[in-house]
């Protein structure tokens, strides 16, 4: 996932609060994967 990367944070813990919609970032859901919107890389 790279918005985790970007934010130092381990794969496991970003998916942990992707899944909880903790992210600091809004992020897409696409099936079983994540993604950043369109914007939101400019907004975290």
């Known amino acids: ?3 985790a990367r970007a934010l130092h ?3 496991t813990t970003a998916y942990g609060l ?3 919609g903790e ?3 809004r992020l897409l ?3 079983g994967t994540y993604g ?3 914007q ?3 907004s975290c």
């Open 1 to 3: 996932m790279a918005a």
């Open 9 to 11: 944070m381990e794969r």
């Open 18 to 20: 992707a899944k909880r």
């Open 23 to 25: 992210f600091p970032c």
């Open 29 to 31: 859901r696409y099936g």
């Open 36 to 38: 950043l919107s369109p």
């Open 40 to 42: 939101s890389p400019w």
